[in-house]
């Protein structure tokens, strides 16, 4: 665990403390087996109770609620938990701190349908409107509970619950939404309510048909825990952010994504994006060499592959998990001061912008796609690509803002050859679920104006029961969902 | 208390701690409940030793020294103190953080005469100069502290008392100004302290007086207490600050302040201002309704009248104590997020600027005066008008600017036939006292530039002798007290 | 200690506790007296391990790794320490938060060399490229690493060790560069190790010769010590980063600095620097004024000789420690708000700007050379000159900007008799070490333009063993040291 290095020595398992206050940083491997310990524990209980439900009430399915898409719930590893539940079931809530809620909504989703590993999960709570733990809690707008209803119901949901049925009088959540508030049934909430569980018989084919997705993130909360330890090159660098704004830049280019463990079986899909994974085994390296050798497309972000599940860096240049499949080591990292910006530039005279983070990388058979214009790697590789076998790698090695991320996956998309959606407005979502019971399309508009989505066949809208030939009418903030002939 | 909600009930008194860490939130009825505990207790120690004083020095009045005017010391509950005390005292410290120093030393002042039921009271401790716990500590300007000194005596102040005598060469508090300063007798502060004394005995005749109050600005610590609980819908409301706001927004109209108990009589005020009052009782609801049904103007801000004493939602549609009487219903909070603005718009076309709150208000007899021009609130009203009675009914949704608040008060002074002061300049301070041995009307000049402030009637002014003829003559900075003939 | 203001008294040694959390503001006096005692426990400690050393290995020099430049570290009198270890050594990390790291090195290394009383001291920490201990650790530029350990080296000390030899691959420190990184041997930071090894041979000729300092800068950390405990006037007034204002101007004049502590022998130096010593004892007030009476010229900031060693206020007006020698009293302290900024006009009609403090200055015999133009203390003097003995004092009241302090520098080098080195530019470093082996001239460009140093003799450039009459070249980037002839 490290402890070697300033001649601390465990002579037994009794001299091993839960980690605790120091007087200077504590040691990274410990803290990290901690959360280990921590996670596999909890577990460890919950596997108790519903192996004793199980005996007492057989058949009848037992499950805990997730928070996948809050950080603070991030002390358990979901991927674990995800095989010990008889149903996967999550609650979401909108994170009101101005980024854009639905792209939260979607991701969290994708990424509870990813621990289910596709099956089909259960919304067990949002909310109807505000709620009253956040900074700031401002209501829904009207439409926007139903459409966040279905928006999960897209992604693999197959239903949307509400905390809370009647707004609660004393204690603290009183100022929590509810199905039925305090001003009663004369209310724009109670009727949302109402209205949207008259719509939910329409949608019953639904059930069981399970949501197509496009490309793969990785994803590994043993690494977030790994990564946030003490005494990291940058304390600007945050993983989770990464996560986010890769996601964020594959909705906006209309990509459904799954979330994989690293380890996992990645053939499936043309296109796999690493937004910032510290910790990489030496197996899921390999895994991803595999990947693209076998003609995959993969983009990994600065800061992956760095340390084993030990917390130990790989042996060699960094990063030593990838420099194979990326073809470059990088030489030292080399983090921004706050508010600094560098600027890169691409062959084509394009300027993208990063912060945070900038690195002195050596490629090592990868070709230099943009360059740093400035800062202390001037004149270094920003972004590379690696031909690799059949497929490609491209690696990025500081914080591109959106625009330059949208860059990059662009070129990434073109080797991986996922054609863009041009016809689709931003903000406009289209997913599918697909099973037995027929193919789906849903059509969720985020935006003020009413738009049209195109079909590549005819179906019928089941909300409103309109037959759609080559494309569906779908209102401001609506949602529709087209059940596709054949 | 709101425990059996999540099935939390107590089986009997010894089960019940002080409010402790939760690994959430903790139950706001009972953190409400032990702030009422605290207070009590506090207060019952200081009867015990004021009896004890009572028998061993009878006819000594006792006291302690208040502080009204930090919201640090809001954990008791100074109506209640008010009622225990021989005299009503209060220590009186400039807040040197940019806002206005002289407001905030006229609410104090009004506040603590409040407290007293508008009896006389005394100013136990303030600074002849600059303090040395708060984060910057600007000495007074020359002239300051006579200023300051006669506006709390305008205010009912008996006398203006200092901390401290000589400045202390060890300890804590050796930064802290003085009468006599570490520089001695040849010093600005001593030659000022020597001046204020010399004037003393020229105001003697004031002794006994009462300060005269044009309307009245509801305050309950005890809500305060409660809404400053865990789990509200923004943590940008500050209850405290709409108080000093709307304070700030009357002294700039040149009226002079009571501050009442939600349950008092208010009939003698034409005008009453509920700025930010979370918890109030069926009674207090009541009483507004009583003294609107009876003519009154009423002025509600936003988020009051929600709870009752036990910090449960008053039953119903918002703001459950005060519904019948504003006319409407508040279907949902909207906070806004942090650095949102809205616009909100009159029929005469001005345009008032709100953040941190909006609401979905449904008026239900109330007339709509503004409406919100923006957000997600856009196109319901911001602040409505209801006829009650003999009475009107204001309320406003949203925290308007200080602009905004003038424009609100204008048109609720209007109801209440309360004429502008348009002859008096911005900052110059006008405050009588009057009782047996007359009528004394306090000029105090916070501005740079002399000035000259109307009176009814001829008088003497005490600090120069001079006879005063229609008006009188206050040079930048200083005071001048006339007795009115009569 | 004070205690006796508040009536509080000790009546036994038992009585005294250490300082802990207390409702409000604790004793301050006590507060000193513990850093005393941890400071002076923590070096008998110390001292009685070294000897058992010296008993053990007898010649052998102990010493232990000081820390001068880290402000964290101020907690041992560093004095004090200098006087037990055979050897003062140091560890020094560029402090990475946007201001000029080379800058804060000189400053560090001239208060190692003076803790060492001028003679040569070694540094026995630093690193080849970045930590990982800082909130953003950039790398060091090519070149940055030789320049900085001959920037040590030029001011005295014998060497330039670093941490780590090799990489670690695990623990807390496994992002903090190294000699050999993990990247291997085939890095820069490898390659620039083996070069500055390689050159180090040449310089052999200078171990044991001592650095020139031009003027003194008085530090006492002691005074920080009391000056940073609770309830100061300002919270803003950080003294350490008026001691690194005050050395930065310094350094621009082309200075070199002996930092000295308050009572040390000063007639060596034409120039004295106070920057922000609080705490100063009467025998250093006597100290300044015999040096001042001698010929001397004194630089003043505000809030210095201000309490003894007691953390008692010098009996009188302020500055109790300097009035006679500034030839002026201050009657009161008036900090500015935040953000706040003064401007102060000279004679010649120059305008600096000032902010954090202001003060309500008297001269009793000091010219009043700069003026408040605005503010609490307009048209009072905010920057004096007195004429004492043979020498000259000067007084600044407010804090001057870098531009502010170079112009009264600029007076007060006039004053000295120091000339100003115009033929220098900015951050090109000269600095001498002169012992029996020779003179040697180091001159460091911190710049990117290469440039000539001029040289008083002809010289043998050591590290190119080239010939320089005149001048010396020194391409961007670079060293040169310069054995002058002689």
């Not at 990564?227 to 990291?232: D, F, G, I």
């Amino acid at each position: 665990m490290g402890h070697r290095l300033l001649g601390q020595r465990y002579a037994g398992f009794d001299q091993i403390n839960p980690p605790r206050l120091t007087p200077t940083v504590g040691n990274p491997g410990q803290a990290l087996d901690h959360k280990r310990f921590a996670d596999a524990t909890m577990r460890e209980n919950f596997v108790a109770e519903r192996d004793i439900l199980h005996r007492l009430a057989p058949g009848i399915p037992v499950t805990t609620n997730f928070m996948t898409a809050l950080s603070q719930c991030d002390s358990v590893d979901y991927w674990a938990w995800g095989r010990e539940v008889d149903l996967v079931t999550n609650d979401h809530y909108l994170i009101t701190d101005g980024r854009r809620t639905h792209v939260n909504l979607a991701m969290a989703a994708d990424l509870t349908r990813s621990v289910a590993s596709g099956a089909p999960w259960l919304l067990l709570e949002h909310s109807t409107s505000g709620v009253n733990w956040q900074p700031h809690n401002p209501a829904k707008a009207p439409g926007q509970m139903a459409r966040n209803s279905l928006a999960h119901v897209a992604r693999g949901s197959e239903g949307a619950m509400f905390f809370q049925w009647r707004q609660s009088r004393r204690g603290a959540e009183k100022f929590h939404s509810s199905m039925l508030p305090h001003g009663g049934t004369d209310t724009r909430v109670w009727r949302e309510v109402v209205e949207l569980g008259s719509s939910v018989d329409s949608l019953r084919s639904i059930r069981g048909t399970r949501t197509r997705a496009d490309v793969a993130v990785l994803w590994d909360w043993q690494s977030w825990w790994a990564q946030n330890l003490q005494w990291r090159p940058s304390e600007d660098h945050d993983p989770r952010e990464r996560a986010d704004a890769f996601y964020e830049a594959l909705y906006d280019r209309h990509l459904t994504v799954d979330f994989a463990h690293p380890e996992a079986d990645l053939s499936a899909y043309p296109l796999v994006v690493v937004p910032a994974l510290y910790l990489m085994t030496e197996a899921a390296g390999n895994n991803l060499e595999e990947y693209v050798e076998n003609g995959g497309t993969l983009v990994v972000s600065y800061f992956s592959g760095i340390v084993d599940e030990h917390d130990a860096v790989h042996d060699g240049p960094y990063p030593g998990a990838l420099r194979d499949v990326l073809g470059l080591t990088v030489e030292e990292f080399s983090p921004l001061l706050k508010d600094d910006r560098i600027r890169v530039t691409g062959p084509d005279g394009s300027e993208l912008t990063g912060d945070v983070w900038s690195e002195f990388v050596v490629p090592r058979g990868a070709e230099t796609v943009w360059t740093y214009a400035d800062g202390l790697t001037a004149g270094h590789p920003a972004v590379t690509r690696h031909r690799f076998g059949e497929g490609s790698a491209w690696y990025v090695s500081t914080r591109l803002t959106a625009q330059g991320l949208d860059a990059l996956l662009g070129r990434a998309a073109d080797d991986a050859r996922i054609a863009p959606r041009a016809d689709l407005p931003r903000d406009v979502e289209v997913v599918c679920r697909t099973g037995e019971s027929g193919t789906f399309l849903f059509a969720v508009n985020h935006t003020a104006l009413d738009t049209k989505v195109p079909l590549d066949a005819h179906g019928t809208e089941l909300l409103t029961g309109e037959r759609a030939a080559g494309q569906v009418s779908v209102p401001a903030g609506a949602v529709r969902v087209v059940r596709l002939d054949g």
